[in-house]
């Protein structure tokens, strides 16, 4: 059974720094594409950033030169440093994981459970 956990998640004034973290378990993990996805209520998910296997990673302009995903692969772990963050940057974050490495959620086929994130003026 493929179980995405995420954790790390919390409160921030702006500027500030936070990083949230993804536990795999379940999934081949060497041979998937891991990915960060950010959703408000009522809004469409939108992709963050993604990570290969080979650990090529990919990033949404609006977050490129703040975030950075990284990934532990014998811990089976996946993170996201998040600098410099913004109100505007408050979400709920998921991770992803799947065969695509892009930034559609329709790329991705495991989810975990979503982690908030809030970042105040």
């Known amino acids: 059974q493929v179980q995405l956990v995420e954790s790390g998640g919390g409160s921030v004034q702006a500027g500030g720094s936070l990083r949230v973290a993804c536990a795999a378990s379940?999934?081949?993990?060497?041979?998937?594409?891991m990915a960060w996805f950010r959703q408000a209520p009522g809004k469409e998910r939108e992709g963050v950033a993604s990570i290969s296997a080979s650990g090529r990673a990919y990033y949404a302009d609006s977050v490129k030169g703040r975030f950075i995903i990284s990934q532990d692969n014998a811990e089976r772990t996946m993170y996201l440093q998040m600098n410099s963050l913004k109100p505007e940057d408050t979400y709920v974050y998921y991770c992803?994981?799947?065969?695509?490495?892009?930034?559609?959620?329709?790329?991705?086929?495991?989810w975990g459970q979503g982690t908030q994130v809030t970042v105040s003026s």
């Open positions: 379940g999934v081949s993990y060497s041979s998937l594409c």
């Open positions: 992803a994981a799947g065969p695509g490495c892009g930034l559609a959620s329709g790329e991705y086929r495991y």
